[in-house]
């Protein structure tokens, strides 16, 4: 069994906010496009997705296996939002994470799970926030996704790598830093560390 790590940011609106990644020079709206060619994974609130709908929500509806994108999604009426977008577009969306609204309610009836399916959004793709592992602040990992911090070493990282991989059985794990905190050295270095490590 070959396993991958996908490597990039949880909220990428808040990523490099200061240019420090992105040239100076480069339009706003090519930002997502020069983030997916460096990394290969992204969450983008919901809420940044309808605030910039164009340029986001074209990249939401285009399958990209270099990188995919995944969204976090704020309470009940976000939800509604997020069922009108799936029934009118042809969203591809790898996670969805949830806040202030839970699993069940997101999953309670048929319909609305052919709505989220027409955007590869299966059940078991569908995630409670509290189910993302942090490893500074949360017991054992579960699930195919893990949240670190920024400021740690990476003899941090490949520790809590290592005992990801050894409590969880999925084949395709993700791989995220908070944008609002993460900087280019970090997930460069995480990602080079990923790759030495055989999980590209």
């Not at 983008?44 to 270099?66: G, I, K």
């Not at 799936?86 to 699993?103: D, G, K, T």
């Not at 290592?162 to 791989?175: A, C, D």
């Amino acid at each position: 069994m070959h396993r991958t790590i996908r490597t990039g940011v949880f909220d990428w609106c808040h990523f490099a906010r200061d240019d420090s990644f992105y040239p100076a020079d480069l339009p706003a709206d090519w930002r997502l496009d020069f983030y997916r060619n460096e990394f290969d994974s992204a969450c983008v609130s919901l809420e940044c997705l309808l605030n910039d709908a164009t340029d986001l929500l074209q990249a939401c509806t285009e399958t990209d296996e270099r990188s995919q994108l995944s969204l976090h999604l704020c309470g009940q009426g976000q939800f509604r939002r997020l069922l009108e977008l799936c029934a009118a577009n042809r969203l591809q969306v790898q996670y969805l994470i949830l806040e202030e609204i839970s699993r069940e309610t997101v999953l309670q009836n048929e319909p609305q799970q052919q709505v989220l399916g027409r955007a590869g959004l299966v059940p078991e793709r569908i995630l409670p926030i509290e189910g993302l592992w942090r490893p500074d602040e949360t017991g054992e990992p579960t699930g195919p996704i893990a949240l670190f911090p920024a400021g740690a070493s990476l003899r941090d990282y490949r520790s809590w790598i290592e005992q990801w991989l050894k409590m969880v059985p999925h084949e395709e794990l993700t791989l995220w830093f908070r944008g609002g905190s993460a900087d280019y050295r970090t997930l460069e270095a995480c990602k080079t560390l990923v790759g030495l490590m055989g999980f590209a």
